[in-house]
């Protein structure tokens, strides 16, 4: 069995009937609507460092290293999509790409985690998306933050689930005050791309200025580094 990302760690990256529309809608993310994730990680050491959720400080050094950067993901494993089909994952899509940026540059991770977890099963997770999604619910979470004021640029990575982010995703943004950082939509999908992320992160993260977004098929996600070093250097963050 593989492990998680540590919830914080210093490594310093539907809408629609919820049976009969199952696979286009969970194809945007509940294993990513895209499948979710890999049974392996993607790379010989992914997880970050671990450091606790209230002492994190980000990336340290001169130059660059002096901004200091959060990667906050959302990341559902068990039964995905893949290729119009259905797989079982250990570890979701998303979580894999976080390890893979967390290792490339110089970051604080927190893994958002559901009070009322998702279900394993594909199916019943569409239905309770869309139940979410049409009451514009804001889901519970379980190990919030205490606070983000000491990053300037904060990386929202999570899965798309017809073509949002879980709103879990939104509840997290709607939490804190980004004036003055820099909002950076991460995703993985099957067909969705960024979805709508960039529009609702505007909308939520009060005070942001948005960034460059980074969207990876779920399926293709153990070989996308890449789009991550061709992102890098788009947005400069602070490398490792």
């Known amino acids: 069995m593989t492990t998680h990302l540590p919830s914080i760690s210093r490594r310093t990256a539907l809408h629609g009937a919820a049976a009969g529309l199952t696979g286009a809608l969970l194809a945007a993310g509940t294993a990513g609507c895209t499948p979710e994730g890999t049974t392996t990680v993607p790379s010989p050491d992914t997880s970050p460092n671990p450091t606790a959720a209230d002492s994190a400080t980000g990336g340290t050094g001169p130059g660059q290293k002096d901004r200091r950067v959060l990667l906050a993901y959302f990341s559902r ?7 119009g089909g259905r797989t079982n994952l250990d570890i979701g899509n998303t979580e894999v790409l976080a390890g893979m940026i967390s290792h490339a540059i110089s970051c604080d991770v927190h893994r958002i985690e559901a009070a009322d977890p998702y279900p394993d099963g594909y199916d019943a997770t569409v239905a309770r998306n869309v139940r979410e999604q049409n009451i514009e619910a804001r889901p519970a979470i379980a190990n919030p933050l205490p606070r983000i004021e000491q990053y300037d640029t904060v990386l929202l990575a ?9 709103m879990i995703m939104t509840t997290f ?20 791309g960024l979805g709508n992320t960039e529009r609702d992160y505007a909308r939520s993260c009060r005070g942001a200025a948005m960034g460059q977004g980074l969207a990876v098929k779920g399926e293709e996600v153990r070989d996308a580094g890449p789009d991550i070093q061709s992102w890098l250097q788009v947005t400069r963050l602070p490398s490792n």
């Open 173 to 192: 943004a709607e939490s804190y005050d980004f004036t003055g950082k820099t909002i950076h939509p991460v995703t993985t999908h099957a067909m969705s």
């Open 158 to 166: 999570s899965g798309i689930w017809n073509v949002r982010a879980p």
């Open 77 to 83: 494993a068990g039964e995905n999509y893949y290729y």
